[in-house]
């Protein structure tokens, strides 16, 4: 984890952010293919899934932040972001006592809450490269947050769809973990 945190000159930001983004893919595919498997109820397997996706979202705030100008507009928001999954991570560890419904309620609220910071973070690195996935991903998470509540309150939820959501997430730093490297290149 040290290649990823420490004091890092501007220019190394975009290589650092290169490779939180692949670490951030593959978590994702991973976590979204054991959450598949684990089936559609809540089990010991899939309410640790659930409570470590906010938990390692934390963690990668954490580094992304290391490796900007801790005077950056980004940096805020992504405090915000280490809050929201913090308490994210205790709400769904609360949730998951209640059954699926209270999951879906509360992955919904971070979903939407946390798109909306993705997309500021995004909106303010756009110079950098790299950024339209991570804008669009904030919109589309905004959007499946929303989905996420409604589909709470019907007659069979699943949580197959929060592996969907993070795979597609997954998607979209994958995307920019390549978009940020083209960025990075000499002109």
Do not use: E
């Given at each position: ?13 975009p ?6 983004y692949?670490?951030?893919f593959a978590f994702a595919?991973v ?5 598949f498997?684990s089936g ?8 640790a899934?659930?409570?470590?996706y ?8 954490v ?16 405090y ?9 991570g ?9 059954g699926i419904?209270?999951?879906?309620r ?9 798109g ?5 973070v995004?909106a303010?690195?756009r110079r950098?490269?790299?950024q ?17 509540v ?6 069979d939820p ?8 993070a ?5 979209f730093?994958l ?11 000499p002109a």
């Amino acid at each position: 984890m040290d290649t990823l945190v420490g004091t890092a000159a501007p220019t190394s930001v975009p290589v650092t952010l290169r490779k939180l983004y692949l670490v951030r893919f593959a978590f994702a595919a991973v976590w979204a293919a054991l959450l598949f498997a684990s089936g559609d109820s809540l089990n010991p397997l899939s309410g640790a899934l659930l409570v470590v996706y906010p938990l390692f979202d934390v963690a990668c705030a954490v580094v992304d932040a290391r490796s900007v100008n801790a005077n950056a507009g980004p940096v805020r928001g992504l405090y915000v972001n280490m809050a929201l999954s913090a308490l994210t991570g205790v709400g769904l560890a609360i949730a998951a006592a209640s059954g699926i419904p209270a999951v879906l309620r509360v992955w919904g609220a971070w979903a939407v809450t946390a798109g909306l910071v993705q997309l500021v973070v995004g909106a303010a690195r756009r110079r950098m490269g790299g950024q339209w996935p991570m804008i669009a991903g904030g919109g589309i998470s905004v959007l499946a947050g929303a989905s996420f509540v409604a589909q709470a309150g019907k007659d069979d939820p699943s949580l197959r769809n929060l592996a969907g959501y993070a795979f597609l997430g997954g998607v979209f730093f994958l995307v920019s973990a390549l978009r940020v490297k083209r960025a990075d290149k000499p002109a």
